[in-house]
């Protein structure tokens, strides 16, 4: 079993920069791919990132590449998303969340985060 809690959401301006942390209680942490998705009010969950469980290889949504970069670090059983550039779009619940695989589909995911809100301001 693998509890998820995100932290630093809030508001910031547009072309500010934010950066989530997520962290992962359990020994079993590196076994899992992570992931970052969002969901607006009125919109279905959509895939942000995600990245193996070595950590070699992360994976983007359309939207945010360039300006969002996942990472984490195995050791403090802790995954992060950079975003930066933020525009008033990117406004949403962001959550994290552990899977087998870094895929883009929420039905790959076993464990979910309670989510965190971030509001960009134009």
């Known amino acids: 079993q693998v509890q998820l809690v995100e932290s630093g959401g809030g508001l910031v301006q547009a072309g500010g920069s934010l950066k989530l942390s997520c962290a992962a209680s359990g020994r079993t942490f590196r076994n899992y791919a992570m992931g970052w998705f969002r969901q607006a009010p009125g919109k279905e969950r959509e895939f942000v990132a995600a990245?193996?469980?070595?950590?070699?290889?992360?994976y983007y949504g359309d939207s945010v590449k360039g300006r969002f970069s996942i990472s984490r670090e195995n050791a403090k059983n802790t995954v992060y998303l950079q975003m930066n550039s933020l525009k008033s779009e990117d406004t949403a619940v962001y959550y994290c969340?552990?899977?087998?695989?870094?895929?883009?589909?929420?039905?790959?995911?076993?464990?979910w985060g309670q989510g965190t809100q971030v509001t960009v301001s134009s």
């Open positions: 969340a552990g899977g087998v695989r870094p895929t883009t589909r929420t039905v790959d995911y076993s464990y």
């Open positions: 990245i193996t469980g070595t950590g070699s290889i992360s």
